[in-house]
């Protein structure tokens, strides 16, 4: 069975940069997994930041960039803001309409 | 302007069948690319993908739980119903439907339903 991983927990001071990854628990992310990136805060519905790898969704700071890095997706906030402590989930295509979401990461800003 | 409500018990024995429904508005189940889709999230925990239905009604389905699960849409309705058998504790969660934009070479949910918290106890 097809594993998507995270970072459980990541923290960032306010301003800094930071980088989340999503992996696969065998062989690499590529553009054909259509990696896509949702902020989630408490009690929310989630949100999406990032699809196909690094097209910002609508409304979204360029402050996060999406990109692959080696063999994985990866989430960039450049200039980290608290109102970016969130849970942040990485979702990937495995095609034929099927979908694996990743253990999620909590950024927290401090 | 497109929106997904989902709807259905609060409350389900273990054992029991659960049927959730998702009306949708502002769009047609049977127009476009990549269709209706399922997540769930249990309380505290990650999104868990569930299943989806294509316009076409091509149906696909989580490989954890693909026995449990039927997806089936009313179009006349606007609506996608999603159903899990046989009902534990650990399927107590929060229920999203959403659609999938995009098409051949992108996807991604937007928008999401507000969810519908289904507890799962005798």
């Known amino acids: 069975q097809t594993v998507v991983t995270q970072e459980p927990s990541v923290s960032v001071s306010p301003g800094g940069t930071v980088t989340l990854t999503c992996g696969l628990s065998?062989?690499?992310?590529?553009?054909?997994?259509?990696p896509t990136w949702y902020q989630q805060t408490p009690g929310q519905t989630p949100r999406t930041v990032i699809y196909s790898i690094d097209t910002r969704s609508s409304g979204v700071p360029d402050r996060f960039s999406g990109s692959l890095v080696g063999n994985k997706a990866a989430l960039t906030i450049t200039g980290a803001q608290a109102e970016d402590e969130s849970d942040y989930y990485c979702?990937?295509?495995?095609?034929?309409?099927?979908?694996?979401f990743g253990g999620g990461t909590k950024l927290t800003v401090l | 302007q497109v929106t997904l409500q989902e709807s259905g018990p609060v409350l389900v024995k273990p054992t029991e069948t659960l049927t959730l429904t998702c009306t949708v508005s502002g769009f047609s189940l049977t127009v476009g690319r990549m269709g209706v889709t399922w997540i769930r999230q249990p309380p505290g925990k990650a999104l868990e993908w569930l299943a989806h239905?294509?316009?076409?009604?091509?149906?696909s389905y989580s490989t954890s739980l693909k026995s449990r699960l039927t997806i089936s849409k009313d179009t006349s309705k606007s609506q996608v119903v999603l159903t899990i058998t046989n009902m534990d504790p650990v399927d107590t969660a929060t229920y999203f439907c959403a659609r999938v934009r995009g098409g051949d070479f992108v996807n991604w949910f937007d928008p999401w339903g507000q969810g519908t918290l289904v507890t799962v106890s005798s």
């Open positions: 065998s062989g690499s992310v590529s553009r054909n997994y259509y």
């Open positions: 979702v990937l295509y495995m095609g034929s309409g099927i979908w694996v």
């Open positions: 239905i294509f316009p076409n009604d091509e149906k």
